[in-house]
């Protein structure tokens, strides 16, 4: 199954980021991270915060990205400027990877899918693709309908769904706008970067072994 919960363990054995965690950060507190996994990242979801690490001082603002991956010295937030949303990743993805961000996605008055074909209802523009690599929702707000592997998983504010390479996947409804990050990790096979179709790349061809 590929939707898990934040804590140690939790995520299938096959997953590169083998952990995740939603801080929610009200304005004017501190908090210190817990360096866990062989790299990380932390995704600023929302707000605005002062961040030091390895003894520098940093502006946070959303939409940020930070690599923690060159030292093992503490990470904390000195301040929230603002109510604050972080997300906290830890594992042992290679140095190669595909994109990753903060997003929204809610619905459209004209839905439509550019990807490949579906047999399901679907109220949003997003489209069914695929990658040369894994890659790994996590929902910070929201309730939508997700598929992934030819199944429906409606997930929410604490979810990770998690994608191994080659299987489609996609977003078609929302029921509360969603904000999220997406990370896809070490990149595989012919190494291409973004959304893969069968229509325009060529037919996918999913790990049996990372479902």
Request: net charge negative.
């Amino acid at each position: 199954m590929p939707v898990f919960k934040s804590g140690r363990g939790l995520a299938p054995a096959w997953c590169e980021m083998q952990y995740f965690e939603i801080v929610k950060l009200s304005k004017g507190t501190s908090y210190s991270f817990e360096r866990i996994g062989k790299k990380e990242k932390l995704f600023v979801g929302k707000g605005r915060c002062c961040i030091v690490f390895a003894g520098q001082i940093m502006t946070a603002n959303e939409g940020d990205v930070f690599e923690l991956n060159t030292s093992r010295e503490e990470f904390q937030v000195l301040e929230a400027f603002a109510d604050t949303t972080l997300i906290h990743l830890a594992g042992r993805w290679g140095e190669e990877t595909g994109g990753c961000g903060v997003f929204t996605l809610d619905n459209s008055d004209h839905p439509q899918n550019l990807g490949d074909v579906v047999d399901y209802p679907r109220t949003t523009n997003f489209d069914n693709h695929y990658h040369d690599c894994d890659e790994y929702w996590i929902i910070f707000a929201g309730k939508g309908l997700a598929v992934s592997e030819g199944q429906l998983y409606e997930i929410g504010a604490g979810d990770c769904l998690a994608t191994g390479m080659g299987h489609h996947h996609d977003f078609p409804r929302v029921f509360e706008t969603i904000r999220g990050v997406y990370f896809e990790t070490t990149l595989e096979g012919q190494k291409r970067l973004g959304h893969l179709w069968n229509h325009t790349h060529g037919p996918a061809q999913p790990r049996k072994d990372r479902i």
